[in-house]
């Protein structure tokens, strides 16, 4: 089965945001790539392409499951309501195609030696 690896970021009109999301993929595709064939990243808002747009490139490259990874923190709004019903629009439109959301990153645990150690950074 091909798979995918689908980016969701939040979204900003901020130029040095799209490009760190680009940076972010980029890194992804360097040691991501025997795990998903295809990987790319959309946006909720403010940005292109958009979460539903993303989607669709990775299914016109032939992925048949697409594994979403939220680039977010906490469980809000987008989280708890917005993302979950974009993507029932998605599975409706393409119900060949196995969908799988995973949890935001800030609930993993590896989040806590980050934290500690930008604050040690700071010193």
């Known amino acids: 089965m091909k798979r995918g690896l689908f980016i969701l970021a939040h979204g900003s009109r901020s130029p040095e945001a799209k490009k760190q999301l ?9 040691k991501g790539k025997a795990q998903f064939q295809f990987i790319e990243s959309g946006a909720m808002e403010l940005s292109k392409p958009s ?18 990874v939220p680039l977010f923190l906490f469980f809000g709004n987008h989280i708890k309501k917005d ?17 799988t959301l995973t949890s935001p990153i800030g609930e993993d645990p590896r989040i806590v030696d980050i ?3 930008k604050g040690n950074q700071a010193r």
């Open 22 to 30: 680009e940076n972010v993929v980029e890194n992804i595709e360097k």
């Open 115 to 117: 934290l500690i150690e």
């Open 83 to 99: 993302i979950p019903r974009i993507l029932e629009d998605i599975k409706t439109k393409h119900p060949e195609v196995k969908f």
């Open 51 to 68: 979460f539903p747009e993303g989607i669709q490139r990775l299914i016109d490259k032939g992925a048949e499951e697409i594994v979403i």
